[in-house]
Antibody, heavy 126, light 109 residues
Framework: EVQLVQSGAEVKKPGATVKISCKVS????????MHWVQQAPGKGLEWMGL????????IYAEKFQGRVTITADTSTDTAYMELSSLRSEDTAVYYC???????????????????WGQGTLVTVSS | SSELTQDPAVSVALGQTVRITCQGD??????ASWYQQKPGQAPVLVIY???NRPSGIPDRFSGSSSGNTASLTITGAQAEDEADYYC????????????FGGGTKLTVL
């Protein structure tokens, strides 16, 4: 059974840095990209970025570029998302999610997030 | 980067059929995936691609795509289908980003 288990809730002051973990089990960690998604209270899902656990390559959304660092530790099958210079607008639930890719015979394809962590609430408050 | 546009809210009578749409240029290059999210829960994949359903998802959920529009259809909506629905696809600009639609709140009357 695939499981993504995230670390617990955090309370941080503005300007601080938070690092959230996502430990996986039930599949080969290096076989699938790991993504992070932000959801502010009452708002929609926002894609933050991804890491390829096989080689550590990362891609970040423009909105978070420069403040977010996503890493993968293959020795512990754990992904991390670090967000710096926190501000009140970063108060949100953060999810990790694995991504799979399905190819159709025609060459068309679809990327999809098939497994999600339970979410980690980060509260930024002075 | 690309954007995906969804209607903010849709309602459906119990047992009737509802279609939730998602529009964006990236959908001309990549199929969408759809996620159901209930309050306080993590999103759940319900449909991906042309019309692929993960195991455990009821067959009343189906998907389709045409041009720059992807659709999620629920045939015979149930009370438990009341939730937020999000579409997602890969960005088509070549920079490997992913993008979510703004979400559609489905109310089952």
């Amino acid at each position: 059974e695939v499981q993504l288990v995230q670390s617990g809730a955090e309370v941080k002051k503005p300007g601080a840095t938070v690092k959230i973990s996502c430990k996986v089990s039930g599949y080969t960690f290096t076989d699938y990209y790991m993504h992070w998604v932000q959801q502010a209270p009452g708002k929609g899902l926002e894609w933050m970025g991804l890491v390829d656990p096989e080689d550590g390559e990362t891609i970040y959304a423009e909105k978070f570029q420069g403040r977010v660092t996503i890493t993968a530790d293959t020795s512990t099958d754990t992904a991390y998302m670090e967000l710096s210079s926190l501000r009140s607008e970063d108060t949100a639930v953060y999810y990790c999610a694995t991504e799979s890719l399905y190819y159709y015979g025609s060459g068309e394809r679809v990327y999809y997030f098939d497994y999600w962590g339970q979410g980690t609430l980060v509260t930024v408050s002075s | 980067s690309s954007e995906l546009t969804q209607d903010p809210a849709v309602s459906v009578a119990l047992g009737q059929t509802v279609r939730i749409t998602c529009q964006g240029d990236s959908l001309r290059s990549y199929y969408a995936s759809w996620y159901q999210q209930k309050p306080g829960q993590a999103p759940v994949l319900v449909i991906y691609g042309k019309n692929n359903r993960p195991s455990g998802i009821p067959d009343r959920f189906s998907g389709s795509s045409s041009g720059n529009t992807a659709s999620l259809t629920i045939t015979g909506a149930q009370a438990e289908d009341e939730a937020d629905y999000y579409c997602n696809s890969r960005d088509s600009s070549g920079n490997h980003l992913r993008v979510f639609g703004g979400g559609t709140k489905l109310t089952v009357l």
